[in-house]
C-alpha cells in the first residue's frame, strides 16, 4: 500500500470581541469550533459518528482513536485557520500551522529556540520572516509527531531547513529519525512531519494530498 498523508485545510469563523475581558470567551469558543471541525472531517471520513469521547490522549497529550488502531492524525490551528492531517499508514504524524502575518517576537524566540544552525542560516537571510516560520513549525510538527510535544530543548533540535527547499530531515537522539514538508497556503506556513527510516537511506517522501476550504 503506498503511504499517503491527508492534509485539510480550512478557514475559521471570525471571533472578534470589543473587550479584553472577552478573552477567555474567544479562546472557548475557539476550542470548540476546531473540536467540532475535527469530529466532523474525522466523520467524513470513516462515514460514521466521531464524537470528543471517542478520542483519547497520550500521556504527553497526543490525541488518537482506540477503535481505529490503524490510523493516525493530528491537528493545529491559528487566529483564522485549521488543519488536519490524517494517515492510515503513517503512525508517527504531526502537522503545525502559523499565519504569516502573526506578530512574533523573532529574535528573542529564535534565541531561545532556534539550533545554533538554524539561528546561523537566518541571520543570513537577513532574519527572513518566512524562514523563521518554517523552522518553527517544522519544530512543532516533528515534535507532535514524536508525541512528546515541546519536551525536549528546541535548540537542541536541527531541522536543517534548506532557504529554498520545503521539506528534508532531521533526528535527536529522544526522537529518532523524522521526515518534513512545508507548504505556504493562504498566508500561512504548514508543516507536516513523520517518522521515517532510522538513518534516512533509500528515503522515499509518502504522497501527500492537500484538501482546501479557504
Not at 478573552?23 to 466532523?40: G, I, S
Not at 544552525?117 to 537571510?125: D, I
Not at 532557504?163 to 529522544?174: A, F, I, S, V
Request: proline share 4%; with cysteine; glycine share 4%.
Amino acid at each position: 500500500m503506498a503511504r499517503l498523508i491527508q492534509i485539510h485545510l480550512h478557514k475559521l469563523s471570525d471571533l472578534t470581541y470589543p473587550q479584553l475581558s472577552d478573552r477567555k470567551t474567544q479562546v472557548a469558543d475557539r476550542k470548540r469550533e476546531v473540536a467540532c471541525l475535527r469530529n466532523q472531517l474525522l466523520s467524513h471520513y470513516f462515514e460514521s459518528l466521531i464524537e470528543d469521547h471517542q478520542i483519547v490522549r497520550t500521556s504527553f497529550g497526543k490525541p488518537y482513536l482506540p477503535a481505529h488502531p490503524d490510523f493516525s492524525f493530528n491537528h493545529s490551528h491559528s487566529q483564522n485557520f485549521y488543519a488536519l492531517a490524517t494517515s492510515r499508514n503513517i503512525q508517527h504524524l504531526g502537522v503545525d500551522i502559523e499565519e504569516l502575518s502573526r506578530k512574533v517576537r523573532f529574535e528573542a524566540l529564535a534565541q531561545h529556540a532556534f539550533h545554533s544552525e538554524e539561528l546561523r542560516q537566518w541571520q543570513a537571510l537577513d532574519y527572513a520572516p518566512e524562514y523563521w516560520f518554517k523552522v518553527w513549525t517544522t519544530k512543532e510538527a516533528v515534535l507532535k509527531a514524536s508525541g512528546l510535544g515541546i519536551r525536549i530543548n528546541l535548540n537542541e533540535l536541527n531541522t536543517n531547513i534548506h532557504p529554498e527547499q520545503d521539506g528534508g530531515c532531521c533526528q535527536h537522539p529522544e526522537i529518532g529519525f523524522y521526515a518534513y514538508q512545508n507548504y505556504t497556503l493562504a498566508g500561512c506556513m504548514l508543516t507536516v512531519a513523520w517518522q521515517s527510516e532510522q538513518d534516512g537511506q533509500g528515503f522515499e517522501f509518502p504522497q501527500i494530498q492537500i484538501h482546501q476550504s479557504v
